[in-house]
């Protein structure tokens, strides 16, 4: 069973830093895209960064110059370092797995998706 389990979440003030990690387990083959996404409060879910197995990143506008995607290929892992942290950063990070695939299905490609990192970045 895969299972997605983010760390690094906290309370910082406007100008920190914060270090999210996220650590996918199981029976994992490869895994094509691994992101990070976030959803504030009445909000609805939205991109922050991805990153392929190849290492090309993507950036949402907002956050462009500020956090940097990464990830270890062979520890399942995908990280998000975050500078110059703002107010309206403040949301539950989600980490997300896409194109998973496990060594029992190697045909079939996952989706999936951890349980959220609570930021909070106060003024």
């Known amino acids: 069973q895969v299972q997605l389990v983010e760390s690094g979440g906290g309370l910082v003030q406007a100008g920190g830093s914060l270090r999210l990690s996220c650590a996918a387990s199981g029976s994992i083959f490869r895994i094509q895209i691994m992101g990070w996404y976030r959803q504030a409060p009445g909000k609805q879910r939205e991109l922050v960064a991805t990153?392929?197995?190849?290492?090309?990143?993507n950036y949402a506008d907002s956050v462009k110059g500020r956090f940097t995607i990464s990830r270890e290929n062979a520890k399942n892992t995908v990280y998000l370092q975050m500078n110059s942290l703002r107010p309206e950063d403040t949301a539950v990070y989600y980490c997300?797995?896409?194109?998973?695939?496990?060594?029992?299905?190697?045909?079939?490609?996952?989706?999936?998706w951890g349980q959220g990192t609570q930021v909070t970045v106060s003024s």
């Open positions: 997300n797995a896409d194109g998973l695939r496990t060594v029992t299905t190697p045909d079939r490609r996952g989706r999936y």
């Open positions: 990153i392929t197995e190849g290492s090309n990143t």
